[in-house]
């Protein structure tokens, strides 16, 4: 069962159908959902409502489903439960913190209940997560991480939904992990001007979402920062963005805020660069530092490719109960399944 039927929701219906599975696809739109269906072959399941929807897991008992309908705070809880009563598995693509976190929360009710809930299965938290746990194999838990996150995806006429309005606003709260707590952090600060493999260059900054629990709970880290080339380079708005992140904390101001951005249109965009990057380096307390990549093609295209596979590897049998992000719970190989390659240069003994 697969919840959303936005340009995500389709991409991984196509991807299931690429490894042998037939999503159901649900929403409350009937137009919507049956356009969706004519391109991907799915089937439909009309849900006028959050409520509905838990009420048919409930009833129908799928064996994994899929959210992609943010904001995930408000969506994931109702749906988590309904599968936690029925024992289905969880997948969804949050990308913020606090979604992250509330998914973490869950774990010891998953488990106990004996089914699977994935959270962040999508580009940032797996592409840098990913490289984290390769890494840190085999290693203690190291004293610093960074990672970095670099996408490339194509836009697509249409809206920016409340999904991706809700993470890059969750982003806007500065945060970090100190000493081994999530602790405030300036947004936009610790700019660092990376040289990609292929020779071009980006300027990534502390914008904290979802891949900093990630990395984190991964590596074990006594200090996190998590970066992007989607936080504004602009002086006047990394100015501006401190008063920003104090308003945005304010719930009913960033749930209507949410909402109105969320309905603005977007125009078609092909995608800014050949590949998509995850980033990470790390350092030990004894001073050896790691660095690697992880390079694929559209981001949205391997958010698709990643949430089937987990899906399918669930179906298998191969997860195991409670809350997990997906490099955690399925190691580095993960990635590579999914057609993405690691780029690891030698590392520094110092």
Same mark, same amino acid.
């Given at each position: ?172 709260? !500065? ?8 602790? @405030? *952090?300036?947004?936009? +600060? ?5 040289? /990609? &493999? ?123 109960? !409670? ?8 190691? @580095? *190989?993960?990635?590579? +399944? ?5 780029? /690891? &240069? ?5």
């Amino acid at each position: 069962m697969l919840g959303g039927t936005g340009r995500s929701g389709r991409t991984i219906a196509a991807q299931l159908a690429r490894r042998g599975l037939t999503a159901v696809l649900v929403g409350r739109d009937a137009h919507r959902l049956h356009a969706a269906s004519e391109q991907t072959g799915s089937e439909t399941l009309l849900a006028p409502s959050l409520a509905t929807t838990a009420s048919e897991i409930r009833q129908q008992r799928p064996s994994v489903v899929i959210n992609t309908v943010g904001p995930f705070t408000a969506t994931a809880p109702e749906i988590v439960d309904a599968c936690r009563a029925v024992g289905s598995h969880y997948i969804d693509l949050a990308n913020d913190v606090a979604a992250l976190s509330a998914a973490f929360e869950m774990h010891d009710a998953a488990t106990r209940a004996g089914h699977t809930v994935v959270t962040g299965a999508g580009f940032g938290v797996t592409a840098t997560e990913s490289v984290v746990v390769k890494l840190c194999e085999g290693r203690p838990a190291p004293l610093r991480v960074r990672v970095d996150m670099v996408p490339s995806a194509a836009m697509e006429e249409g809206t920016a939904g409340e999904a991706l309005i809700g993470t890059l606003l969750g982003g806007l709260a !500065g945060r970090q992990i100190t000493d081994g707590h999530l602790a @405030p *952090a300036r947004i936009f +600060s610790d700019a660092e001007h990376l040289t /990609l &493999p292929d020779g071009s260059q980006v300027t990534t900054a502390n914008m904290p979402l979802g891949e900093l629990l990630a990395a984190h709970r991964a590596s074990g880290a006594r200090h996190v920062l998590s970066a992007s080339s989607e936080a504004p380079s602009s002086p006047v708005i990394r100015a501006m963005m401190p008063a920003v992140s104090t308003l945005m904390r304010w719930e009913r101001l960033r749930s209507s805020t949410t909402r109105r951005l969320a309905r603005v249109r977007v125009k078609a965009k092909e995608r800014p660069r050949e590949y998509s990057w995850g980033h990470a380096v790390v350092t030990w307390a004894d001073g050896e530092t790691r660095e690697g990549w992880l390079r694929l093609g559209d981001a949205q295209e391997y958010t698709g490719a990643v949430t089937a596979e987990i899906a399918r590897r669930l179906l298998a049998g191969e997860g195991r109960p !409670g809350a997990d992000t997906p490099a955690a719970l399925f190691g @580095p *190989a993960l990635a590579e +399944s999914c057609g993405a390659e690691y780029l /690891l &240069p030698q590392p520094d003994p110092r």
